[in-house]
């Protein structure tokens, strides 16, 4: 199969998913046991009350119907409207993604980076302490609640040793965030020159960034530590030794690119993590991100906010899959063959 | 220099497996230890509560934020409710949870999945593309809408990340399921004249459910730890039940002040919980895997 129908049968299988994702998250709101126009409505509302919100969402058509309207505007990039704050769900989210991918891309590469230098340091060094402590460190890493996590960082950190700034949002209450261009504070703040803003930034991504990376690094470290092991079997490894290449140079120059797959493949479960871990973590650091905001449209009863975050989260989980799929064939050319 | 270099390797692949050994012993530790959790946390959730002389949820404005002494073994509250009473009803609540999650998941994943496997065709492709929608949203997403829509109890907690973790068991138990139908065991039943159903159900099923359970020890944990981020974030199961996410939640609240146990143990009794489950978990993955 050449690259381009792989990539092409690629992407409509993604397109098919994300249908399907769609389909999924109309039926979870209609899993109401009554409708959202009574959730609307609120409590004292009078059945007529009840109708016009209904025809007013178009909730007295026919499922398919519905389904259709729904459909269609969501390919117009209509969310619907949250009620809480009043504005189109996608104006929402894009004002708050930014605060999220910051977040998110902090946690991925430090995780990613303590992850791997532990799996290969263990591998090659199978058996000894360190190994035993990588071992001991992923199983602990798999256990621990995220949020307790944080809250224990913030007490020995915060209020302990009063080390980090205070966990509450990206910057100190009386600054004001700089003027785009990207949005990600560490870095607007660095072009705007402000660096006293830089590094209220910076110190306020620390613990949730740290939290994320202490519950997902171990997941890399396994990961890694497996696939190098079972490369470091192989017979071009052992004839490399026996040439008498570093021990280094063979971990991380001849071993480690062979061990990738595997390794990729652990990645896209800890962005998919990331993504589920961060209204969590943006919750308890009351971090102003799209996982904050699912929080408190979760405790108004907010259905389209609500609605409009799980499909944006899907969205983006089957847009990783699909470029880690593709990327699969970069690293490994036998891959799109198959 | 060549007889060197053949016993330096020789000497390594020594060491290597003397270490291998160093390994090994550690994970035989902590499968004891893991063990040792499990049992601990399963009769203490089972005797414990009746045991405790303080009922969960009862308040006592005396006894308020008391730090952990002999009276209250893990202090009190800011009702003055006991802790410790509420650790192990709690540890009651979330094994309930978690064991009816996992059931439910496996039950119907596995049954779902060695059908899938064994029909084949268009039934298989249409279960398949289900199972890759549903595993488009991260599990404790899944769950967390689920919860949003059906309201917050007990029952719905369970059916959410019960039908969040589903996929995880069709999948492995139809991967399984596509291995062994090609077996000659299944073909001699098939000669003998044996039904397709009593073949699956007798002769398949019982052989295609190993993966499933090392998955289920796992995730009676990730059932532990999601029960609770739902609980964490104010669904599912809402105060003043006593269960370990409502406490870590609760005690949250006093997170800069003094009253450090009201939400530091309840965290530690998840973290044990599922720790205990993980230990477990990857023991039979190794025996498995050894089997193989």
């Known amino acids: 199969m050449s690259l381009a129908t792989y990539i092409a049968r690629r992407l409509g299988l993604a397109v098919i998913t994300l249908f399907g994702v769609v389909v999924a998250a109309f039926l979870l709101t209609r899993m109401l046991p009554g409708n959202p126009a009574y959730v609307k409505a609120g409590p004292y509302a009078k059945p007529e009350q009840i109708r016009a919100i209904e025809r007013q969402m178009g909730l007295d058509k026919p499922l398919p119907v519905q389904f259709w309207n729904y459909f269609t505007n969501l390919l117009k990039g209509d969310m619907g409207v949250s009620w809480s704050t009043s504005h189109p769900v996608r104006e929402d989210l894009i004002q708050r993604l930014p605060a999220t991918v910051e977040l998110s891309t902090a946690a991925f590469v430090l995780a990613v980076t303590v992850g791997l230098t532990l799996g290969v340091v263990a591998a090659?060094?199978?058996?000894?302490?360190?190994?035993?402590?990588?071992?001991?460190?992923?199983?602990?890493?798999?256990?621990?609640?995220?949020?307790?996590?944080?809250?224990?960082?913030?007490?020995?950190?915060?209020?302990?040793?009063?080390?980090?700034?205070?966990?509450?949002?990206?910057?100190?209450?009386?600054?004001?965030?700089?003027?785009?261009?990207?949005?990600?504070?560490?870095?607007?703040?660095?072009?705007?020159?402000?660096?006293?803003?830089?590094?209220?930034?910076?110190?306020?991504?620390?613990?949730?960034?740290?939290?994320?990376?202490?519950?997902?690094?171990?997941?890399?470290?396994?990961?890694?530590?497996?696939?190098?092991?079972?490369?470091?079997?192989?017979?071009?490894?052992?004839?490399?030794?026996?040439?008498?290449?570093?021990?280094?140079?063979?971990?991380?120059?001849?071993?480690?690119?062979?061990?990738?797959?595997?390794?990729?493949t652990t990645m896209g479960i800890v962005l998919a993590y990331l993504l589920a871990g961060n209204v969590l973590v943006e919750t308890l650091f009351a971090w102003p991100g799209i996982g904050f905001y699912a929080w408190n449209a979760l405790l108004s009863n907010d259905f389209d906010a609500i609605q409009g975050f799980v499909l944006l989260i899907a969205i983006l989980c089957v847009s990783i899959n699909l470029i880690i799929d593709l990327l699969y064939s970069v690293v490994d050319p036998r891959i799109r063959l198959g | 220099m060549a007889t060197t270099g053949l016993l330096q390797t020789r000497d390594h692949r020594v060491r290597s497996r003397l270490l291998q050994g160093g390994r090994q012993v550690l994970r035989q530790k902590l499968f004891y230890l893991s063990l040792f959790l499990v049992v601990g946390l399963v009769l203490s959730a089972v005797f414990a509560p009746a045991l405790v002389p303080y009922q969960p949820l009862k308040t006592n404005p005396e006894a308020v934020f008391q730090a952990p002494s002999r009276a209250h073994w893990f202090g009190t509250d800011q009702y003055g409710r006991d802790m410790f009473a509420r650790l192990v009803h709690a540890a009651r609540l979330d094994l309930i949870i978690s064991f009816s999650v996992v059931g439910l998941a496996f039950a119907l994943g596995s049954l779902v999945g060695a059908i899938s496997g064994f029909v084949g065709g268009l039934v298989d492709d249409l279960v398949m593309r289900i199972a890759d929608i549903l595993q488009s949203f991260p599990a404790f997403i899944l769950a967390m809408g689920m919860t949003a829509v059906l309201g917050n109890s007990i029952g719905n907690v369970i059916l959410a990340i019960g039908a969040a973790y589903t996929?995880?068991?069709?999948?492995?138990?139809?991967?399984?399921?596509?291995?062994?139908?090609?077996?000659?065991?299944?073909?001699?039943?098939?000669?003998?004249?044996?039904?397709?159903?009593?073949?699956?159900?007798?002769?398949?099923?019982?052989?295609?459910?190993?993966?499933?359970?090392?998955?289920?020890?796992?995730?009676?944990?990730?059932?532990?730890?999601?029960?609770?981020?739902?609980?964490?974030?104010?669904?599912?199961?809402c105060p003043p039940t006593a269960e370990w996410g409502v406490m870590v939640s609760d005690g949250a609240k006093n997170i800069l002040g003094v009253e450090w146990w009201t939400w530091f143990f309840p965290g530690l009794a998840i973290f044990l919980a599922v720790f205990g489950f993980n230990g477990v978990a990857e023991m039979l993955r190794a025996r498995v895997l050894r089997e193989e």
């Open chain 1, 124 to 264: 090659v060094k199978q058996g000894s302490v360190i190994d035993q402590a990588v071992h001991l460190i992923s199983v602990s890493g798999a256990s621990v609640a995220l949020f307790w996590l944080g809250l224990m960082l913030i007490y020995v950190f915060y209020y302990k040793l009063g080390l980090v700034l205070d966990p509450m949002g990206r910057l100190s209450p009386l600054m004001n965030a700089p003027p785009g261009p990207t949005g990600l504070l560490v870095i607007d703040t660095l072009i705007h020159g402000s660096f006293d803003q830089f590094r209220s930034a910076l110190g306020h991504l620390v613990l949730p960034t740290v939290s994320l990376t202490i519950v997902l690094a171990p997941t890399v470290a396994k990961m890694a530590r497996t696939a190098m092991l079972e490369v470091l079997q192989s017979d071009y490894i052992q004839t490399a030794r026996a040439i008498g290449l570093s021990t280094a140079r063979l971990a991380w120059q001849d071993a480690l690119p062979n061990a990738m797959i595997p390794i990729l």
């Open chain 2, 167 to 237: 996929p995880y068991f069709v999948r492995l138990t139809r991967g399984e399921m596509l291995k062994v139908r090609q077996m000659e065991y299944a073909d001699a039943a098939r000669c003998a004249g044996v039904s397709p159903w009593r073949t699956l159900y007798y002769h398949l099923l019982p052989n295609c459910i190993t993966p499933s359970l090392v998955q289920a020890a796992l995730a009676l944990g990730w059932a532990i730890l999601d029960t609770a981020g739902l609980a964490f974030l104010g669904l599912g199961i």
